[in-house]
């Protein structure tokens, strides 16, 4: 008697760690990850907020919950690196995000492959454009901030063009705007271009698209699958070192939008501070 009921605990207690474990696994909570970087470029530290693969996902009522998260990094800038807008889902999401954005704080945005995706790609720049964001299609601006003067360079996604020779263009015309003393970010929708990324003048190329590889298993498997890597990705989401070239990989913002569920990868906004003077130890690749 002792015995079936000792069992039936066990039983029990197996079920409950399972659902806990799944439950976590699961979970779909806004999480926050922080790098730091250091640069002789800098004279005093500079926040730098990226988003990814917003996908028009809602984030509580009118955004409140994704704008209260980042009101709460303030951030020198916010970068936007693409996918922000879907093709499937409507632009209710992102118009609510970047119209309280734009007036918040300086912000860069890129296209990624489901804006274009949409056909309206030039109609959702201008929107945002007259939202006081500023758009980079091969192009760079300079920003202003309390440690010294960032350069901000983007393209736009490689399937806005008919072939490569589009995307390729505008990557050269940012390249030749580095060289100098400023501080150059690259902004980027593809994190697995790393041959073009890497020497070419950019100390920081931030990303996104990969979705954090959909699922992970925290210290054993840094993504499934993403797009354009296949199976095991490389690049699906960290901090990787490019000779000079620091590629940051955005796990995105996108949840309910994606085609698998995320697993052990809850969407993530990125908080990159980039600090005078060099680092005491070198960073290693996650």
Avoid at 166 to 172: D, N, P, V
């Amino acid at each position: 008697m002792a015995y079936g009921k000792t069992k039936k605990w066990m039983i029990g207690g197996a079920a409950l760690a399972g659902t806990a474990v799944l439950t976590a696994a699961l979970w779909q909570g806004l999480t926050l990850r922080r790098y730091a970087l250091h640069t002789d470029k800098l004279s005093a530290p500079v926040r730098l907020l990226l988003l990814t693969d917003l996908h028009s996902t809602f984030y509580g009522r009118a955004q409140r919950g994704l704008l209260s998260a980042i009101q709460a990094q303030t951030p020198d800038a916010v970068l936007l690196a693409g996918d922000m807008a879907d093709d499937s889902r409507g632009d209710a999401g992102v118009d609510a995000l970047m119209s309280a954005l734009g007036g918040a704080y300086p912000c860069c945005y890129v296209s990624g492959n489901h804006e274009v995706r949409t056909g309206c790609l030039e109609a959702l720049k201008r929107r945002f454009r007259s939202w006081g964001i500023t758009v980079l299609e091969g192009s760079g601006t300079l920003l202003a901030t309390p440690g010294g003067t960032l350069r901000i360079c983007g393209v736009d996604d490689p399937s806005a063009f008919a072939g490569e020779s589009g995307w390729l263009e505008q990557f050269r015309a940012c390249q030749a705007l580095t060289g100098d003393s400023r501080y150059t970010v690259l902004l980027s929708h593809r994190p697995e271009r790393t041959e073009d990324y890497a020497g070419r003048g950019f100390e920081l190329v931030l990303a996104g698209h990969a979705h954090g590889g959909q699922w992970r298993l925290p210290g054993l498997l840094n993504g499934l699958f993403a797009p354009d890597q296949g199976l095991f990705p490389t690049y699906a989401g960290g901090r990787y070192a490019l000779g000079d070239t620091t590629l940051l990989v955005s796990r995105g913002l996108a949840r309910e939008s994606t085609r698998l569920p995320r697993f052990y990868n809850r969407p993530e906004l990125v908080m990159v501070e980039l600090r005078p003077g060099l680092e005491e130890f070198p960073a290693k690749k996650e």
